[in-house]
């Protein structure tokens, strides 16, 4: 029983930036607990992931036609399958769609422990501490785990540069469980990103709104700031749950990941979902009557003014000049 | 329903219309000629909900729309809502619906006594219960229920304007004690930073007069009269009746509130629910102290006054504001045209308050910025007003009309309050 | 077809979370309590498929102060009964619900359950994909539609980067919902109050005891502070010309 | 040698009222009725119930034909007309000839016109309503009896409709017809009417088209506001132009006013709101004794706002809607005025002979 095992998340094509942030972070584990950095992968075909993961010490494939798409009821048989047979001292997954659905549910079948929300990771002895982000980001709770345990790591804790080598990248072929012959869900298709018009993941200016905005009819304000700014208008889950946007400008852990080089809150709380899908941004400017709220700590500036008086104003300030 | 809007329509040199060459000088009317089955149950549905039963009263006169504010910025009067109504149009989903102010203004002409001032919140009553209900609307409604205020503001903040008061203020949620005056901040005094500003100012005067008072403090929720009004009377009833049992553990002779809605809910509503208080608008209750502040300078301003309809038409009290503008010294007043019994509406009762983005939608202005041109052409420099609604619509509305550096908005008390020091 | 849909109270984040004197939980106390958004989500789901397919549809919640509130909402939104589960453990993490809901839903014979799929405070693993292993059927997590077809349900699951997948799913199943179709609908109070006046809500009483956690929460606390936001003080409009100023300074817009 | 009778003519509402007052005052009246019953044309067109009296009509018409028949002084003709009328003021020598061809002659010092009116054809209006094309066009008149008679369906199937219509001013204050004047009830009758529909058929919705709506005095609460208010009748402001046949129902179409759009409106059953018009009676007695007429044949009193009752023929009065429409009230209230004011007439020829 020893090593930190990483469950891959992919698309079948490429595996998901987040697989190599808990790559990053199994070698710090295995580092101290001992044992190798195993990582296991899924999929109809591995054969364009394997390539990826050097930075595993060894490489669980498992193959069938059955785990071709995503479908949580076959990738968890093979994650419960794989804790069984190499009985690692710690398991990782990425706290995303994957994340929700196996995490917890793989440790409830091997009767593991789970943590969740994990933003922090350390070895202590044969424990693990954990720092996890809880009440939207507002807390943090600090937790001690006696290990073999499975944790879900928020995107965005770890480096991801140190996720792609390191290695001994060993690949170990592993049958795929007798279960999938009797799989009681389906995969009936898939849909890409960029269904809609726009593709807010390559703008370079965000305007973001969240709850603060109050209601579909003041999104108006928000496009106003955004026209003036030359900028693409994104928002946090609530307002598109809400239908106040469309989905394809949600940004955040079920939305889109951006990288522009402004990222304007406007009237965003900063939960983790969100933080996720814009941690990489270049300069943040939140604006949130709330002065305790999370989004000022992720923030380089911030400020409490209402944002009904403050969008106009600014946007009244850009608009000779745009 | 097919509705024709003046300004779009087009009377065409050389049109085809349905395969009939109608060129020349056609009208408005030439529409597609349609059999109408006038679909009663309609109107029906609308009178036989109880409260509605007048607007089937209406004898189309036509008296109400030239009062009706909504009617100057749009196509809405109670005369139109009866006939679209009787044409088999849907009150329940049509837009008509959340347009009305309940101002009062036509009721105070109908000569059927057709009363929308019953007749709105008990459709919307019907409306919020099929769903139909505005987003942002809705929301106030959640924020109200979960948080006791329509802004979604946490409870525990609502007397954190007494932080910087400059005046002592007894919050009796921390130190039960008997006062002379229970004090109804209400949740734009308590909340909105413009409002803040005049519950200061309020603070400082009472202080000054020397008078025993005290707030509710986290305790105080919404009074939610305009709740009530935009149809949500079960929300009301629930408030309503905490409210009275927090009043009802804190001894005091006399309730006094800043919000003209406020005032109409004590005044006119709690009783019926079992809360019977001695209530007064805080301009019926400071104009008789006003010749005992020892005023400190003059103010040189030139002002108008809004009557705000929960206090003037709903209530009938346009005196004691007025008074109180009499007496600070040195300024001017001058009163608009629309005043007293005929004030236009700021726009803010009757829900909309919570319905500007809704209300813009069907309307060429807000009705605020209606009232802030009329303010304009008196010449006067400052537009005053006593309703905590009206400060915040009619300042906004200052700067959409681009009348900013023309027109000051502010509280009776805020003036005060400058005379005094 | 007999849905299940599973409520739980979380922390309102609109007002102050505490911790408490051990520094290790909340202060249970002075918090004020509303239904997890997810969950909101899960039962306008549940109430859109009894709508769509006349399916039979039960909230269930832990037994806790501030609960029946809940759940009298749920019947008030369209649920046609409510049930309270009461159970020998105080707590209320997603393990020790899920040990204490599995028995009481085989006993119901649901088909479906459908929860949110996450709360503010699951720092223990997310309750639908433990309560779905316990009782061994399939589950599916972050789902934003589903649709009921026979004995089989239709799902949207939605992953990051704005992809989403169809899946199909056998019944009995367990759903994480991220999303309903529509926003939760609104409920008049008179109607909750008379619901309050009238309706009964059921109650049963779990077998199972609440599972160990194999992990101790040693501290919780605010995040630390350290590189945070540079505060913009001032009127909105002079705040506003403090960040056009940032902005051209950093060519972020036009100078 | 004068004579201390008065003549009635006409035993409707207001002949049986001045034959009753007349008698009240002690003088003998002759009342002459060319129907077979006393009561008029309320009586003969079976109207249901008045506008402002909550009573079945014959309920009331009979209180007025028993005030009469129990009245010593009141000699009573039916089926009888005046055939010829000759003489002084004072003493009129008056021919009366009964349906079966004998006459008798009778002396009399006054009479009174109270012949009535009849009920505008609708066959004569210039709009195209279409009254004797479709079954279910009826008028005020035929909807009445329907209504007496507590069963009120569409003529065409025998079913109770399910929407029926008014229109107004059916004959009246219309230029082409020649019919200038309001008829002064039909506001009232067809708000009163429609009130019966919608109790007696309580799922028909019922409409009433209006250039205005003429409601004087209490029947603006009591019968208007009272349709309106507790009956839900729908007053439309925009007069129908004309009723065509559309299917099994009937298509009116106007333009409805207060919308600013055209109208088309199915209905079941429409009813012509028919005026009034003078009746045959009340042309030919006007010319038999001489008295002025106004164009349209109704008996002109003596052009004096404070006498309604004396025409150009001293010692002959007239009353009721002989004198142009009225409503039942004023016809009443006018044949004690003419009673009295015959009666005077006869008194102060007495003295004058006692004192010569």
Redesign the interface.
């Known amino acids: 029983m020893a090593g930190v095992l990483v469950y891959v998340e992919s698309?079948g094509e490429r595996v998901a930036p987040i697989s190599f942030e808990l790559l990053a972070a199994a070698r710090e584990l295995a580092q101290s607990l001992g044992g190798d950095v195993e990582a296991l992968v899924a999929a109809a075909d591995t054969g364009p992931l394997v390539g990826e993961l050097g930075a595993a010490d060894t490489i669980l494939e498992v193959t069938s036609p059955a785990l071709a798409?995503?479908?949580?009821?076959a990738q968890?048989l093979v994650l419960v399958e794989a804790i069984r047979a190499r009985k690692p001292a710690v398991v990782l997954v990425g706290y995303?769609?994957?994340g929700?659905?196996?995490?917890?549910?793989a440790?409830?079948?091997t009767g593991?422990?789970?943590?969740?929300?994990c933003t922090g990771l350390r070895a202590e002895g044969s424990d693990v501490?954990a720092d996890?982000?809880?009440?939207?980001?507002?807390?943090?709770?600090?937790?001690?785990?006696?290990t073999p345990?499975v944790f879900?790591v928020v995107a965005g804790s770890f480096a991801e540069a140190n996720g792609h080598a390191g290695g001994r990248g060993e690949r170990i072929v592993t049958a795929p469980p007798a279960g999938l012959a009797q799989?009681?869900?389906?995969?009936?298709?898939?849909?890409?990103?960029?269904?809609?018009a726009v593709d807010i993941?390559k703008a370079e200016?965000v305007v973001s709104v969240g709850r603060g905005i109050?209601?579909?009819?003041?999104i108006?304000l928000a496009e106003e700031l955004a026209t003036a700014?030359?900028a693409e208008l994104g928002a946090s889950?609530?307002v598109?749950?809400?239908?106040?946007l469309p989905?394809?400008r949600?940004v955040g852990?079920?939305?889109?990941?951006v990288k522009p080089?402004?990222y304007l809150a406007v009237g965003i709380?900063g939960?983790p979902e969100h933080l996720?899908?814009m941690h990489d941004a270049g300069?943040?400017?939140?604006i949130n009557t709330?002065?305790d709220a999370?989004i000022?700590?992720?923030?380089?500036?911030?400020?409490?003014?209402?944002l009904f008086?403050?969008l106009?104003?600014?946007t009244?300030?850009?608009k000779p000049?745009? | 329903m097919p509705e024709v809007e003046p300004e779009r329509v087009h009377e065409d040199q050389r049109l085809v219309f349905e395969g009939m060459d109608i060129s020349g000088g056609w009208n408005r009317m030439f529409e597609q000629r349609v059999i109408w089955q006038h679909d009663i149950s309609a109107l029906d549905r609308v009178t036989g909900i109880p409260g509605a039963e007048s607007l089937g009263y209406c004898y189309q006169c036509g008296k109400c729309t030239p009062a009706c504010p909504v009617d100057h910025v749009g196509d809405y009067s109670p005369r139109k809502v009866f006939r679209r109504t009787q044409v088999g149009a849907d009150l329940l989903t049509s837009p008509d619906l959340w347009l009305c102010t309940t101002c009062g203004n036509c009721l105070r002409v109908c000569p059927k006594e057709v009363n929308m001032l019953q007749i709105m919140p008990a459709v919307r009553e019907r409306a919020v219960a099929a769903g139909q209900v505005p987003a942002e609307l809705q929301k106030a409604f959640e924020n109200t229920f979960q948080y006791g205020n329509p802004m979604g503001e946490p409870a525990r903040k609502r007397a954190d304007w007494v932080a910087e008061a400059g005046a002592p203020v007894t919050i009796l949620s921390r130190g039960p004690r008997p006062v002379d005056v229970l004090f109804f901040v209400e949740c734009y005094w308590s909340y909105h930073p413009r409002g803040r500003d005049a519950a200061r100012a309020f603070a400082r005067t009472m202080a000054t007069l020397g008078i025993d008072w005290g707030i509710l403090g986290a305790e105080e929720k919404c009074s939610c009269d305009s709740q009530r009004a935009a149809g949500e009377r079960g929300l009301f009833e629930m408030v309503a009746e905490q409210n009275i049992a927090t009043l009802g553990r804190y001894q005091f002779q006399r309730l006094v509130t800043p919000d003209p809605h406020a005032y109409n809910s004590f005044r006119n509503e709690y009783p019926r629910l079992g809360g019977a208080y001695d209530v007064s608008h805080y301009t019926q209750f400071l104009a008789p102290l006003m010749a005992q502040l020892p005023w400190q300078r003059e103010l040189p301003y030139r002002v108008t006054f809004h009557d705000p309809c929960y206090l003037g038409r709903h209530n009938g009290e346009y005196d004691a504001p007025r008074e109180m503008i009499r007496q600070i010294p040195g300024l001017e007043f001058v009163e608009m045209f629309r005043c007293k019994e005929n004030g236009y509406c700021c726009g803010g009762g009757g829900g909309g308050m919570w319905l500007d983005s809704f209300t813009g939608q069907h309307t060429q202005q807000r009705l605020s910025e209606r009232r802030v041109r009329e303010a304009v052409e008196t010449g006067a420099e400052m537009l005053v007003v006593c309703c905590p609604y009206e400060v915040s619509r009619f300042e906004d509305a200052v700067k959409s009309t681009g009348n900013q550096g023309k027109l000051l908005v502010r509280d009776i008390i805020e003036l005060v309050d400058e005379a005094l020091h | 077809m007999h849905i299940a849909v599973i409520l739980k109270q979380v922390p309102d984040l609109v007002e102050e979370v505490e911790v408490d004197s051990q520094g290790t939980d909340i202060d249970r106390d002075s918090v004020k309590w509303k239904l997890n958004e997810f969950d909101d989500h899960a039962l306008e789901q549940a109430v859109l498929l009894k709508e769509s397919s006349g399916a039979e549809v039960t909230a269930v919640a832990l037994a806790a102060d501030g609960v029946d509130q809940l759940l009298y909402a749920a019947v008030a939104r369209g649920v046609d009964r409510a049930i309270r589960v009461t159970t020998a453990s105080a707590r209320t993490d997603a393990p020790a619900a899920a040990a204490a809901l599995a028995g009481v839903l085989a006993d119901m014979g649901v088909d479906l359950v459908l929860t949110g799929v996450q709360a503010v405070d699951d720092l223990h693993g997310q309750l639908a994909p433990i309560l779905a292993t316990r009782l061994g059927w399939p589950h599916v997590s972050v789902v934003s539609r589903v649709s009921l077809e026979g004995t089989e349900a239709e799902v949207t699951q939605e992953y990051s980067g704005g992809r989403m997948a169809t899946l199909e799913v056998d019944l009995p199943a367990v759903l994480g919902v991220q999303a309903a179709p529509r926003p939760p609908r609104y409920v008049p109070i008179s109607r909750l109050r008379q619901v309050m006046a009238s309706a009964e809500l059921g109650s049963a009483a779990a077998a199972a005891a609440a599972p160990a956690l194999g992990s101790t929460v040693t501290r919780l606390a605010a995040p630390p502070q350290g590189q945070g936001a540079q505060m913009l003080e001032g009127r909105p409009e002079a705040v506003a010309e403090q960040i056009v100023a940032l902005l051209r300074e950093r060519g972020l817009v036009e100078a | 040698m004068s004579s201390d009778t008065v003549l009635v003519i006409g035993g409707g509402p207001a002949g049986l009222e001045a034959a009753r007052a007349v008698a009240g005052l002690g003088h003998e009246a002759i009342l002459v009725e060319r129907r077979q019953r006393l009561g008029g044309t309320p009586d003969s067109a079976g109207y249901s119930a008045f506008a402002l009296d909550p009573r079945p009509a014959q309920e009331v018409l009979e209180v007025a034909r028993q005030a009469v028949l129990t009245q010593p002084l009141v000699q009573l003709h039916l089926e009888t007309e005046v055939k010829s009328f000759a003489g002084e003021p004072g003493d009129f020598k008056v021919t009366l000839e009964r349906a079966d061809g004998s006459t008798a002659d009778v002396s009399c010092g006054a009479a009174i016109i109270a012949t009535g009116f009849d009920h505008f054809d609708p066959g004569r209006e210039t709009q195209a309503y279409g009254y004797y094309e479709y079954e279910d066009v009826i008028t005020l008149v035929d909807a009445e009896r329907m209504l007496a008679a507590k069963h009120f369906v569409r003529p065409s199937t025998g079913k109770p409709p399910e929407q029926v219509c008014f229109i107004q001013c059916v004959g009246s204050r219309d230029r082409r017809i020649g019919n200038e004047y309001c008829s002064k009830v039909c506001c009232g009758v067809a708000s009163k009417e429609a009130s019966e529909i919608r109790e007696l058929v309580p799922d028909c919705r019922v409409f009433i088209f209006y250039i205005d709506m003429r409601m004087y005095g209490f029947w603006e609460d009591r019968i208007y506001w009272k349709a309106q208010e507790q009956h839900h009748v729908n007053f439309v402001r925009g007069i129908v132009t004309e009723v065509i046949s559309k299917g099994d129902r009937l298509l009116v179409k106007g333009e409805d006013t207060t919308m600013n759009r055209p109208m088309e409106v199915a209905m079941d059953m429409v009813i012509l709101s028919v005026g009034m018009v003078p009746s045959a009676g009340t042309q030919a007695i006007g010319k038999l004794l001489g008295v002025a007429q106004d164009k349209h044949g109704f008996i002109s009193p003596t052009a004096n706002a404070l006498d309604t009752v004396s025409t150009s023929v001293p010692g002959v009065y007239v009353a009721g809607a002989a004198a142009g429409p009225k409503d039942l009230d004023d016809s009443v209230s006018m044949a004690g005025s003419a009673a009295v004011k015959a009666v005077s007439f006869l008194r102060q020829g007495s003295m004058a002979a006692a004192a010569r």
Do not use: H
Not at chain 1, 240 to 244: A, E, I, N, R, T
Not at chain 1, 253 to 257: A, R, Y
Not at chain 1, 283 to 286: F, S
């Open positions: 698309d798409g995503y479908l949580p009821e968890q995303t769609s994957a929700l659905d196996l995490a917890a549910g440790a409830t079948a593991l422990p789970v943590v969740a929300y501490v996890s982000q809880l009440y939207g980001g507002k807390l943090v709770a600090t937790t001690t785990t006696s345990a879900s799989l009681r869900s389906r995969v009936l298709g898939t849909t890409g990103a960029g269904g809609g993941t200016r109050g209601g579909a009819d003041n108006e700014m030359g889950r609530p598109v749950d809400s239908g106040w989905k394809e949600q852990k079920s939305g889109m990941t080089k402004l709380s939960a996720e899908g300069l943040v400017i939140a709330d002065g999370p000022f700590k992720v923030a380089d500036y911030g400020t409490t003014c209402d008086d403050l106009p104003a600014i009244a300030l850009l000049a745009g």
